[in-house]
Nanobody
Framework: VQLQASGGGLVQAGGSLRLSCVASLRTFSGNALGWFRQAPGKERESVASISWSGGNTNYADSMKGRFSISRDNAKNTVYLQMNSLKPEDTAVYSC????????????????WGQGTLVTVSS
């Protein structure tokens, strides 16, 4: 199973980026998907999660109103739209898949992918 994130890069504060994560070798249409991030010198933290149908979403408080998670089960892809980016959003962003159809919290996610680096300059 492979989860590959892409879309990271360098952006100025206030700018936007859209991350994508494509799953291969199996479908995750029945599984919750999530985005996580790890900044230099810090522990990994949850960014957002989305249920198998897309009907339920959850965001970390600092991302509410700025980030939006969505998914396209036909493409086996989860997205993270990030707006109003801040320098403190600089991190490696990774996607993950849970075993259940809805999940919140890092310990509920089972499959993990490679991350993509997001750098926000001030």
């Amino acid at each position: 199973v492979q989860l590959q994130a892409s879309g990271g890069g360098l952006v100025q504060a206030g700018g936007s980026l859209r991350l994508s994560c494509v799953a291969s070798l199996r479908t995750f249409s029945g599984n919750a998907l999530g985005w996580f991030r790890q900044a230099p010198g810090k522990e990994r933290e949850s960014v957002a999660s989305i249920s198998w149908s897309g009907g339920n979403t959850n965001y970390a408080d600092s991302m509410k109103g700025r980030f939006s998670i969505s998914r396209d089960n036909a493409k086996n892809t989860v997205y993270l739209q990030m707006n109003s980016l801040k320098p403190e959003d600089t991190a490696v962003y990774s996607c993950a898949a849970a075993l259940a159809g809805w999940a919140i919290g890092e310990d509920q996610f089972y499959y993990w992918g490679q991350g993509t680096l997001v750098t926000v300059s001030s």
